[in-house]
């Protein structure tokens, strides 16, 4: 039987290093899938899961247990992800142009056939793909992670308003524009 996360932060609380493992494993993919959608770099999303990580033994004390364990951890990579991308806001630029024009394919969101990808439909897909991801980068911010959230990590709009701290008819008005917004950003992109 799983441990609760009551009994799961307990144990952290009192320095149980198992507790620590057991937390990784369960909750490392959650970490990092949300880093990834947010930044897009997979190596930079493994350092800031690790991070996240670490906040997460430094400061356990402070879980006031008022929302899940799972919520607490997307709130904290969340904020981790965007301090990253503000940050890094030159170095992720650079980096989407290399990825565009052919440099780095290890971090798009297509995955291809190795033997096909100079194929036109792939270059397509990838230059398609490239549209989304830079329109959905340049949502305002909450609505690029409400959006995110949604439609990359599949919580539902109440799990989102728990993360986000805000009223579900918020992460909805949210959503409403985010969708909006690139519905209009994609529009003026195939228009031209």
Same mark, same amino acid.
């Given at each position: 039987?799983?441990?609760? #996360?009551?009994? !799961?932060?307990?144990?952290?609380?009192?320095?149980?290093?198992?507790?620590?493992?057991? %937390?990784? &494993?369960?909750? @490392?993919?959650?970490?990092?899938?949300?880093?990834?959608? %947010?930044?897009?770099?997979?190596?930079?999303?493994? =350092?800031?899961?690790? #991070?996240?990580?670490?906040? /997460?033994?430094?400061? /356990?004390?402070?879980?006031?247990?008022?929302?899940? !364990?799972?919520?607490?951890?997307?709130?904290?990579?969340?904020?981790?992800?965007? +301090?990253?991308?503000?940050?890094?806001?030159?170095?992720?630029?650079?980096?989407?142009?290399? @990825?565009?024009f052919g440099g780095d394919k290890t971090n798009?969101?297509?995955?291809? =056939?190795?033997?096909?990808?100079?194929?036109?439909?792939?270059? #397509?897909?990838?230059?398609?793909?490239? /549209? %989304?991801? *830079?329109? /959905?980068?340049?949502?305002?911010? +909450? @609505?690029?992670?409400?959006?995110?959230?949604?439609?990359? =990590?599949?919580?539902?709009?109440? &799990?989102?308003?728990?993360?986000?701290?805000?009223? %579900?008819?918020?992460?909805?008005?949210?959503?409403?524009?985010?969708?909006? *917004?690139?519905?209009?950003?994609?529009? +003026?992109?195939?228009?031209?």
């Open positions: 039987m799983r441990t609760t #996360d009551a009994e !799961l932060i307990q144990r952290l609380i009192n320095s149980d290093g198992s507790a620590f493992r057991e %937390l990784v &494993e369960l909750y @490392q993919s959650l970490v990092f899938r949300t880093c990834y959608n %947010l930044i897009r770099h997979s190596e930079d999303a493994e =350092d800031i899961a690790q #991070d996240v990580f670490i906040e /997460v033994f430094e400061s /356990v004390h402070q879980f006031r247990n008022e929302s899940k !364990l799972s919520t607490w951890l997307y709130r904290i990579a969340i904020n981790k992800s965007l +301090n990253h991308i503000r940050k890094n806001k030159w170095k992720t630029m650079v980096r989407s142009l290399e @990825q565009f798009n969101l297509d995955v291809e =056939d190795k033997n096909s990808h100079n194929s036109p439909e792939t270059i #397509d897909y990838r230059e398609r793909s490239q /549209v %989304l991801q *830079n329109a /959905v980068n340049s949502l305002p911010e +909450n @609505q690029r992670i409400a959006f995110t959230l949604n439609k990359f =990590d599949e919580l539902s709009y109440q &799990e989102i308003a728990e993360v986000m701290e805000l009223s %579900l008819s918020s992460v909805e008005s949210l959503i409403h524009r985010a969708k909006l *917004n690139l519905q209009k950003k994609l529009i +003026n992109y195939y228009k031209n």
